[in-house]
């Protein structure tokens, strides 16, 4: 199961495409405004479909505007088949096209497939609106400015933004990063998360939440 963001004017498409998809289980965003886009917190889509043809804002500029913002795989829904106009759309940062009209079975087979690949490949960065997860670097940056965080800090958040929207209690994030026999007490990571939130808020985010009796989760 994925979440996956459609774009595109035709509510119909819409329509027809979270049809196709949700048979597949994946939970499905549409929006046929494309001025509505960047008000998402588009980090939590595995996948993006936009279509080129619209109105207000035309695909290939909402893929540069997103495109910096994910990593996820972008695909272009589009009923144009010229060259120049595909060559282009890789350019901008798509990863692939759709060719309208499209098949139930194309559909599925080409979103599932950019799936599994993403599956394989760790990504190595996320993108949180303002704020840059870089996996493999063990670095966290907020408008281009790098936070200090300690190991255990960086690990804390990078745990609750792999599961983002999902509460964790202290108990369940100590045994995430200190393992099952760690010599710490639990109340060790109410202490991280509070001088993690105090870092972070010399930026004026606060992506922590308590989840009052239950735990913590990255919202």
């Not at 495409?17 to 549409?30: A, Q, R």
């Not at 009923?79 to 940062?93: C, L, Q, T």
């Not at 393992?179 to 010399?202: C, L, M, P, Q, T």
């Amino acid at each position: 199961m994925s979440k996956i963001l459609a774009v595109d004017d035709d509510k119909a498409v819409l329509a027809l495409i979270k049809n196709i998809l949700e048979k597949d289980g994946h939970i499905v965003t549409n929006i046929s405004d494309p001025s509505m886009v960047l008000k998402q917190q588009l980090g939590e889509f595995q996948l993006i479909l936009l279509d080129v043809m619209m109105n207000e804002i035309d695909g290939f500029t909402l893929c540069k505007d997103i495109r910096s913002k994910v990593d996820c795989p972008i695909l272009f829904l589009t009923a144009k088949s010229m060259e120049n106009d595909i060559m282009y759309g890789f350019r901008v940062g798509a990863d692939d096209y759709i060719l309208k009209p499209f098949g139930s079975g194309e559909l599925r087979a080409r979103i599932n497939a950019h799936l599994r690949r993403e599956n394989r490949q760790k990504r190595n960065v996320i993108y949180l609106g303002n704020i840059q997860f870089n996996l493999s670097g063990k670095e966290i940056t907020i408008h281009d400015k790098k936070v200090s965080l300690t190991k255990s800090e960086y690990e804390i958040c990078e745990f609750l933004v792999c599961n983002r929207g999902q509460v964790f209690s202290k108990e369940r994030i100590y045994e995430a990063i200190f393992g099952f026999d760690g010599e710490s007490e639990y109340s060790v990571v109410v202490e991280h998360i509070k001088n993690i939130r105090a870092k972070f808020s010399k930026f004026k985010v606060s992506p922590i939440e308590t989840v009052w009796g239950i735990g913590y989760k990255w919202i």
